[in-house]
């Protein structure tokens, strides 16, 4: 599991934290682990990318999530788990604003926020995927990475008008970097097809590659495997791990698979009913009563 991630390229992942030595832990990550109610602390203290604390989000009488607190460390891969219903998605819409959440706080790079859209989150560098693939249907694989691409592109169309050279050059570097993208993810040969022709396992691809074109800080992953067969869940397990190191993204992943969990997380955030129940490695977690019950609880899971 991450010793895979971790020993064999360990020079591109130290690379990502390189500012952070490893053994220097500054006060604002004390804070935030210090809130892991009775849960293991970090095995090595890294650089905090998000910090969520105390968050309360309910819809009417439901509540989604009940004061919760976790952080997400630069360079890590981090899965949020937990049975149906537990607020896995309801988190991740905290964390890139599509949800306001009614109590708690949330700090990225440092940074605290109260209320944040989601095309501001994009811009300071969140990018996500869904649950269910969210993509133009109609709409080639090339053009819907491209659409990833759109934030980066800052100037108007006024200025391309008046900058016919300069408007020209930078959008061939846009180009330049979706067809590094497409090639990374091995599907050149799709790249004129509508996605809606595309078998599914494809489709969440060119979602995981419209999200990489944003060239995100923070990826948040929404059951990336959900619906794949084993091939396809290899394939994407493969593409998580290649997009942690090679580009040197921090993601959160929602997985039901606990054997994906254990393989691909660095550290596993458990909620259940809104609440959540555990926090630590892998292996910490998954001998934990507590998350057992809560399994074992749920007959659909
Ligand atoms: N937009 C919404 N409106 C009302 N209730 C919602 C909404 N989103 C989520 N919920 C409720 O919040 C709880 C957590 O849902 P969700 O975050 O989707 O859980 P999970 O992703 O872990 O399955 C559920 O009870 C769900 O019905
Ligand atoms: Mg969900």
Do not use: C
């Not at 992942?13 to 832990?25: G, I």
């Not at 494809?202 to 959900?226: F, S, Y």
């Not at 993204?249 to 691909?264: K, N, P, Q, S």
Request: hydrophobic share 45%; proline share 5%.
């Amino acid at each position: 599991m991450n010793a895979e991630v971790t020993t064999a390229e360990a020079p591109a992942a130290a690379a990502a934290v390189a500012d952070a030595p490893e053994n220097d832990t500054a006060p604002a990550e004390e804070r935030a682990a210090g809130h892991g109610a009775g849960a293991a602390p970090a095995p090595a203290p890294k650089e905090t990318l998000l910090a969520v604390e105390d968050v309360s989000l309910a819809f009417g009488g439901v509540k989604a999530l009940q004061n919760v607190s976790f952080d997400i460390a630069k360079g890590e891969i981090r899965a949020i788990i937990g049975p149906n219903g537990a607020g896995k998605t309801s988190m991740l819409n905290v964390i890139n604003g599509f949800y306001h959440p009614q109590e708690g706080r949330i700090a990225f790079k440092g940074q605290l926020r109260r209320r944040m859209r989601p095309h501001f989150a994009a811009a300071q560098g969140i990018a996500r995927t869904f649950q269910n693939v969210a993509l133009f249907r109609g709409m080639t694989t090339l053009d819907n990475i491209m659409t990833g691409r759109a934030l980066k592109m800052r100037r108007g169309i006024l200025w391309q008008a008046l900058h016919w050279g300069p408007a020209r050059r930078e959008e061939l570097e846009h180009r330049e970097f979706v067809e590094h993208v497409i090639d990374f993810l091995e599907i050149e040969h799709i790249r004129k097809t509508p996605v809606g022709r595309l078998p599914y396992g494809l489709q969440k691809r060119v979602e995981l590659g419209r999200a990489l074109a944003m060239e995100p800080d923070l990826l948040l992953l929404d059951e990336p495997m959900a619906g794949m067969n084993l091939e396809e869940k290899e394939d994407m397990s493969r593409f998580i791990i290649d997009v942690n190191e090679q580009f040197g993204t921090t993601i959160a992943l929602i997985e039901h698979d606990m054997g994906v969990v254990m393989d691909l997380s660095d550290r596993v955030v458990v909620l259940d009913h809104g609440e959540k129940i555990a926090d630590g490695t892998p292996e910490e977690v998954q001998a934990d009563r507590r998350v057992i019950d809560a399994y074992l609880g749920v007959p659909n899971d």
